[in-house]
């Protein structure tokens, strides 16, 4: 079993619409987790950290469930500028390897 | 620019050849990360050094692969003996280790290999 698991999509989005997506981590004492967006042939970039109490930036809104082993991210109101794909990230200690999933593609489509 | 840094941007080489890459941190980051990447998949960790020290290298790394930071700031990637399924995205990242949790790594644009 992969440490970081994600569906790989795409998650084909109308614009304007709601999407929304986990990821799953296996190592129970993974301490800090984010959403990278990684657009075609480009490096990643950090989107959000994930904060245990959940946070929201603009359109975007990240969950963190540890009783299940996941984090969530919920694009409102899509844009076709959000087309890309969203890696999810974990750390199991701070300042260790950042832990990579697969990513998930997103097409937002007018 | 202030970002980091990674050169050559793109790489041919034949089978059987030596590469190397060199990645150039953001000037105060302590940590340096190396990751492969290839087409549809999520990046996949090789290395990392806090300055020059190298901390962990992934049980996938193959002894042709070897990571050096010599003076704590650059460092290099050098595949020895290239073959096809080395053909991929080097990515590399830093960021400043502090006492206030985890704080967002930074990659460079990476360098595209291509081996024929």
């Known amino acids: 079993r992969k440490e970081v698991e994600q569906d790989p999509g795409p998650f084909n989005v109308p614009e304007g619409a709601t999407v929304a997506f986990n990821c799953t981590y296996s190592n129970s004492a993974s301490q800090s987790f984010f959403w990278y967006r990684q657009d075609c042939r480009k490096e990643p970039k950090l989107l959000m950290s994930v904060y245990s109490s959940g946070n929201e930036d603009g359109r975007f809104t990240a969950q963190l469930n540890r009783a299940s082993q996941y984090i969530s991210l919920l694009i409102r109101d899509s844009k076709l500028s959000d087309s890309a794909t969203y890696l999810c990230v974990v750390i199991k200690a701070a300042g260790n390897k950042l832990t990579f999933g697969g990513g998930t593609r997103v097409l937002v489509k007018p | 620019d202030t970002g980091v840094s990674q050169n050559p941007r793109h790489k041919i080489t034949k089978r059987g050849q030596n590469v190397t890459f060199r990645c150039d941190p953001i000037?105060?980051?302590?940590?340096l990360y190396w990751y492969r990447q290839t087409l549809g998949q999520g990046p996949e960790f090789l290395t990392y050094?806090?300055?020059?020290?190298?901390?962990?290298k992934s049980r996938l790394l193959s002894d042709r692969f070897s990571a050096e930071r010599p003076k704590g700031s650059f460092s290099t990637l050098e595949i020895q003996r290239t073959e096809q399924g080395d053909s991929a995205m080097y990515l590399c990242?830093?960021?400043?280790?502090?006492?206030?949790?985890?704080?967002?790594?930074?990659f460079g644009q990476g360098t595209r290999l291509t081996v024929v």
């Open positions: 000037s105060e980051h302590n940590r």
């Open positions: 990242a830093s960021r400043k280790l502090s006492g206030q949790g985890d704080t967002e790594a930074f």
């Open positions: 050094f806090q300055n020059e020290a190298q901390l962990e």
